[in-house]
């Protein structure tokens, strides 16, 4: 009687394995596909951030919020000055966002900017009552430079942990990305 039970419990197990595999493998291939998919689009929620991830070789670094963005026009400096410019201005974003395009900036790039100028306001500085979207940071949930901000934004555990679940609840947007992505005519 206790072999048979035996038994019975092995395969109850090996079929939970099956099943909970298969769920991870699932997971994965959705985390992979979906994370490229954002990359590779041309949403510019995630191409500001994606570009400080690469070299910028800048003389001269802007940053602050939505005036900095739209207010300082790089090329204008570029052409008047002589120099390199980027923008590193974070559009509806306070000095938390800009921190840590300031970190990404200072992780990725050696070359450090001769001149920074910062657009300062009582937004950028104060208490920003927005909330932050949450498709805007899908990408960087396990990323540590964003894990301050992440934190009050109520992502879940599984979220953050499981690979695949925080792009089950946006597979619409996931879609819409996905015509939007590089490389097509």
């Not at 979906?34 to 940053?63: F, G, M």
Request: a neutral charge; proline letters at 5%.
């Amino acid at each position: 009687m206790k072999n048979c039970q035996g038994n019975s419990m092995k395969k109850f197990l090996l079929k939970c394995l099956c099943f909970f595999s298969t769920l991870l493998v699932f997971g994965f291939l959705l985390d992979t596909i979906a994370s490229h998919i954002l990359k590779n689009s041309n949403n510019l929620r995630y191409k500001r951030w994606e570009n400080l991830y690469k070299p910028i070789e800048a003389d001269l670094l802007i940053t602050g919020n939505s005036r900095a963005t739209f207010n300082v026009d790089p090329f204008v400096l570029d052409s008047f000055f002589h120099v390199n410019t980027y923008n590193l201005g974070i559009s509806g974003g306070p000095i938390e966002l800009s921190d840590v395009a300031w970190k990404l900036y200072h992780s990725h790039n050696k070359k450090r900017p001769c001149v920074v100028l910062c657009n300062v306001d009582f937004l950028w500085l104060g208490e920003y009552d927005f909330p932050y979207p949450r498709q805007d940071y899908l990408l960087y949930l396990r990323d540590p430079y964003f894990s301050e901000i992440l934190k009050n934004m109520n992502y879940s555990p599984a979220e953050i942990y499981i690979p695949g679940i925080r792009y089950i609840r946006e597979l619409p947007f996931l879609f819409d990305n996905l015509q939007k992505t590089e490389g097509e005519s």
